[in-house]
Each structure stands twice: as structure tokens, then as C-alpha cells.
Nanobody, 123 residues
Framework: QVQLVESGGGLVQPGGSLRLSCAAS????????MSWVRQPPGKGPEWVSS????????MYADSVKGRFTISRDNTKNTLYLQMNSLKPEDTALYYC????????????????WGQGTQVTVSS
């Protein structure tokens, strides 16, 4: 069965960095676009970034552009999100999602989500 397991979240001070990972199994990882989505406290999910199958093309929400970098290692079936210059407004539960349609900028383009990893940015 499809499994997506995120890790790497935690508590970090403003301006700090974190690297999230998403280990995928149960499907041909290299055949799917993948996305990162986050859900801030008390709010709905919001798209963060997406990557195409071979990692050459990426897209970012304006709120994270220039600070976050999405990447993937198809030999390890793993998706990454390097987050730099973190801000308190980046605090959220971060999910990776398998994208079955389009670029994955909308939540209705995902068919599987992980359980999420919490990122808290606070001094």
C-alpha cells in the first residue's frame, strides 16, 4: 500500500533552518509529481511547493519562494524540503502528498498524504 512518512520537523528559532524528509513506499515514486502542503494552526491546508518526476522542474508558493527548496532522490524514494530563514508564520503541520493530476498546487490534485510533521518557529 502507498505510504508517505514525513520527518525532520521540530522547534526552531526565527531565521533558523530545517530539512524535512518524506519517505515513500508502495508505489513507483519516480513516476509521480510530489508536493509539500502545510496546515497552520486553525487554518486550512495550503500548498507550499511541488516537483516534477525527475526533479528538474519545481514550483513554490510566493510565501516561501527564495527561502525553501524542494528536491527529491528517486534512488532513495525520498522527497525533501529545505527550509531556510524560517519565520513564525511558517509554523504549521507539514505534509508530503502524492500528486496525481496537474502540478499539485491544489489539494484536489493529491491522492495520498502522509501523517505530517510539525514545524514550530518561535523564539
Amino acid at each position: 500500500q502507498v505510504q508517505l512518512v514525513e520527518s525532520g520537523g521540530g522547534l526552531v528559532q526565527p531565521g533558523g533552518s530545517l530539512r524535512l524528509s518524506c519517505a515513500a513506499s508502495g508505489f513507483t515514486f519516480s513516476s509521480y509529481y510530489m508536493s509539500w502542503v502545510r496546515q497552520p494552526p486553525g487554518k486550512g491546508p495550503e500548498w507550499v511547493s511541488s516537483i516534477n518526476t525527475d526533479g528538474v522542474f519545481t514550483m513554490y508558493a510566493d510565501s516561501v519562494k527564495g527561502r525553501f527548496t524542494i528536491s527529491r532522490d528517486n534512488t532513495k524514494n525520498t522527497l525533501y524540503l529545505q527550509m531556510n530563514s524560517l519565520k513564525p508564520e511558517d509554523t504549521a503541520l507539514y505534509y508530503c502528498a502524492r500528486t496525481f493530476s496537474g502540478w499539485g498546487t491544489s489539494t484536489n490534485e493529491y491522492d495520498y498524504w502522509g501523517q505530517g510533521t510539525q514545524v514550530t518557529v518561535s523564539s
